[in-house]
């Protein structure tokens, strides 16, 4: 029995087919970038197959155009989701289907699921008989599947390179951000005045903030701060902004003068794209006597242990940051004349719903500092029960509270 022969031009077509392969899947297992294996695609349809004109949609985290040689650019703009998705098989584009230029569409599929289409056009026709394109569709068909599945998994491999980068610059951010938040080992711990205070950041980097200086002999400040809008660059806003408030908040500086002072910084390192809110408050606890301002932050709450008084600090001037020039400054000074609680939050815990769905404001705050107990007690208390920060639904935000024993 004779074998029969296979023609030299099978044999050429064969052997075209599995270098092309072999070329292709050596170039991505050598990790060479999308453009160097988009030019060699190009090169077996275009220069080997004959093909005039290509063009790839490719499905990433939308449909966009991955490739185009030789089609107008009116084709890349093409709606994908209502033009293309009915098309599961190779079909050949006739004139009633408006694709002018367009000869056959091919899809590409991963996981049952289209992943491109491929467009081809000006397609080099034989002397007689079909064009030899034609004869290869499957060829196509598969050789694209293999370069689209390769540059897809080169992108979702530089995304999570980026995701790591980023994860780390907010793990770096997180950390600087924790720097900026005072131990409250540190913090006044003397018969006058005792300070605490509690953070939860509600993402990695927050933009909430407070501190506690010890000024001189007889007095402290104390501050707290929410920068508008969260992430690296509030991090790094409000780093800047602890820099400027201790290098000029001293037991003598004019409280007005500081918050003028602060907002330039704010205004010139911001540039118009965030701003703060901010309460500052001075204790001389020789004299009795808080002064503070209050720059549109929530207002601070103050128990008399002895009468029972609550007062809440309102604000007196807008937001830093928020004009290039503060209107005017209102400073207050208000008398401690027996011991006196004062809690100092951010819109995290007041915007905290209760049962009904309405912002707690502060009246859970006036329920715990409404005794005699240490208000260090009082804010692990209220912690507690608003489930911070585990068991609380309605979490959405920054909490920070700085708060302090007056005597």
């Not at 093409?78 to 050949?92: K, M, N, Q």
């Not at 205070?197 to 927050?206: I, K, L, T």
């Amino acid at each position: 029995m004779k074998s029969r022969k296979i023609p030299n031009d099978r044999l050429k077509i064969s052997k075209f087919k599995l270098d092309s392969l072999l070329d292709i899947t050596l170039s991505i297992n050598a990790n060479l970038p999308t453009e160097t294996l988009l030019s060699k695609y190009e090169s077996i349809l275009r220069e080997s197959l004959g093909i005039g004109k290509v063009l790839i949609f490719k499905r990433s985290e939308s449909w966009e155009c991955l490739f185009n040689a030789g089609f107008p650019k009116k084709f890349e703009k093409i709606d994908v989701e209502s033009r293309l998705l009915g098309f599961d098989d190779i079909t050949y584009v006739s004139s009633d289907m408006d694709f002018e230029g367009v000869d056959i569409i091919v899809p590409v599929f991963n996981n049952n699921v289209h992943l491109a289409f491929l467009f081809i056009g000006d397609i080099e026709e034989e002397g007689e008989g079909m064009s030899p394109v034609l004869k290869h569709l499957n060829f196509i068909q598969t050789i694209s599947s293999i370069i689209i599945v390769a540059i897809e998994n080169i992108r979702l491999h530089k995304e999570s390179l980026r995701q790591e980068a980023l994860k780390k610059e907010l793990e770096l951010a997180a950390r600087m951000q924790q720097m900026l938040i005072p131990d409250n080992r540190h913090m006044p711990q003397s018969p006058e005045i005792i300070v605490n205070g509690y953070y939860h950041p509600h993402f990695e980097v927050g933009g909430d903030y407070y501190d506690c200086l010890k000024l001189s002999e007889t007095k402290t400040g104390f501050c707290i701060a929410d920068v508008s809008g969260k992430g690296i660059s509030a991090a790094i806003l409000m780093s800047n902004f602890q820099a400027s408030l201790r290098a000029m908040f001293t037991a003598d500086v004019d409280l007005e003068f500081l918050v003028n002072k602060l907002n330039e910084i704010v205004v010139l390192n911001a540039a118009g794209e965030k701003f703060i809110t901010f309460f500052v408050a001075r204790y001389d606890h020789r004299k009795k006597v808080l002064e503070y301002v209050n720059a549109a932050h929530n207002p601070p709450v103050l128990y008399n242990t002895s009468t029972g008084r609550v007062d809440h600090f309102k604000a007196g001037c807008v937001g830093i940051g928020m004009l290039d020039e503060i209107p005017a400054v209102i400073k207050i000074e208000f008398p401690v004349r027996n011991y006196s609680k004062i809690v100092c939050y951010t819109d995290g815990l007041s915007e905290l719903k209760d049962e009904e769905g309405k912002d707690i404001g502060t009246k859970e705050i006036i329920r715990y500092i409404s005794n005699k107990e240490p208000v260090k007690d009082n804010i692990q208390a209220l912690i507690s029960y608003l489930g911070i920060p585990d068991t609380n639904p309605y979490l959405f935000d920054d909490v920070s509270i700085i708060a302090a024993d007056l005597r």
